[in-house]
């Protein structure tokens, strides 16, 4: 399957968990009519005008990097007066992915995971940041417990259709070091997706191109706004 994530401006790829779509941050709902199921009877009557279906059956996913903007609100994207606990059931009614980058600030809670397999379209697909303490806090050195304990949370999203790429999104500090995808590859799951983000040009090399190659790992083209875009025309995965 072929997955694209649109990304955010640099403002936005940097802003904390709540904008990104990580349950527990949005703000009190003010809506008066409120429903047995506990969303307002208002939105509801909004959803049903607006995204209406399933995610449609694709082998090509296509969405943004985040879904949870205040700017996307009052008619932007999502229609005037929708509840914020339906917002992910509208954009799943719109795209086919989403990037979830608020497990990059850190591993998500149970009953967020749940939510978001519950809202989200049936055929929608998930990508999922991995967390800045393995990537950036120990640079891929031990994953250990939290890696664990990453994966085991991601997971409850559901069926292993709607569990898409993991991203390991490299710091530019970090250099090649083949040992540290040997690591990797030592504690990664079998049926799950990988995907690497280099921000140092010294991976983009052969050697690397190997071992994404036999691990049918991908790699995330690195697209910035500035002269750092690093490309590569490489297919591993």
Known sequence: SEWNSWGMSEREMSCPAEHDGCAGNEK???????????????????LSESAEGESAATDIFIGTAGYNYPHWRS?????????????????????SAVEIN?????????????????????????????????????RLSGLGETWEVFLDRISRIGETRSLGP??????????????????????TPSGMKFAFEFRNETWY?????????????????????????IRSMEVTA
């Open 205 to 229: 090399c052969s050697e690397v191109y190997e071992v994404l190659r036999r691990m049918q790992w991908a790699i995330c083209e690195n697209i910035s706004p500035d002269s750092s875009t």
């Open 28 to 46: 009190p709902l003010k809506d008066s009519a409120v429903d047995s199921g506990g969303v307002t009877n208002q939105s509801e009557q909004i």
């Open 102 to 138: 608020a497990t990059f600030h850190g591993i998500p809670r149970e009953e967020t995971v749940d939510s978001w397999s519950r809202d989200a379209k049936s055929g929608f697909q998930f990508g999922w940041k991995v967390p800045r303490a393995i990537t950036h806090d120990a």
């Open 75 to 95: 008619g932007v994207f999502y229609p005037r007066g929708l509840s914020q606990s339906l917002e992910l059931r509208h954009y799943s009614g719109v795209f």
């Open 166 to 187: 993991i991203l390991f999104q490299l710091p530019p500090s970090l250099v090649k070091d083949i040992s540290k995808l040997d690591a990797i590859a030592d504690v």
